[in-house]
C-alpha cells in the first residue's frame, strides 16, 4: 500500500500551499490518518493527525496555527492546507495511515499515548515543498 500524495510547489515566505492525501483502491475512512515530512539531513517529523471517529486533530508545535488537516471521506481524500509558510517548511511531505486505529491518542484508564510515525503505514513518494524567501 502506498498513499499518493501531492499539491507540493514551490512558493514564497508567507505563502499557502494545500497537499492531498488517496489511494484509488485503499478506504481511509476507518483509519486514522497522518502528515509528516522530513527535510534535507533531519528526521521525519510528525506534524499532525485526524482521527477517523470523531475528525478531531492533533499537531506539532512547529505548525500549530498555521496547517490544518482535514479529511473528506466522500472523496477518500486527506488534506494539509499550509499557511503561513516559512523556509524552515521546506522539505518532502508525506501522508500515512494508522494500520487499525481510529484515534490519534488512545486511551487506557489514567493513560494516554499519543501515535507517532511508526504506528503508520502506507508511505508513498511524498511531495516537495519548498518555500523560498
Known amino acids: 500500500l502506498q498513499l499518493v500524495t501531492s499539491g507540493g510547489g514551490q512558493v514564497q515566505a508567507g505563502g499557502s500551499l494545500r497537499l492531498s492525501c488517496t489511494h484509488p483502491?485503499?478506504?481511509?475512512?476507518?483509519?486514522?490518518i497522518g502528515w509528516f515530512r522530513q527535510a534535507p539531513g533531519k528526521g521525519r517529523e510528525m506534524l499532525s493527525c485526524i482521527s477517523s471517529r470523531d475528525d478531531s486533530t492533533t499537531y506539532a508545535d512547529s505548525v500549530k496555527g498555521r496547517f490544518t488537516n482535514s479529511r473528506d471521506n466522500a472523496k477518500n481524500t486527506a488534506y494539509l492546507q499550509m499557511n503561513s509558510l516559512k523556509s524552515e517548511d521546506t522539505a518532502v511531505y508525506y501522508c500515512a495511515v494508522t494500520r487499525n486505529l481510529h484515534e490519534c491518542i488512545v486511551y487506557s484508564g489514567p493513560y494516554h499515548y499519543v501515535l507517532k510515525d511508526v504506528d503508520f503505514g502506507g508511505w508513498g513518494q511524498g511531495t516537495q515543498v519548498t518555500v523560498s524567501t
Open positions: 483502491g485503499f478506504s481511509m475512512d476507518s483509519h486514522a
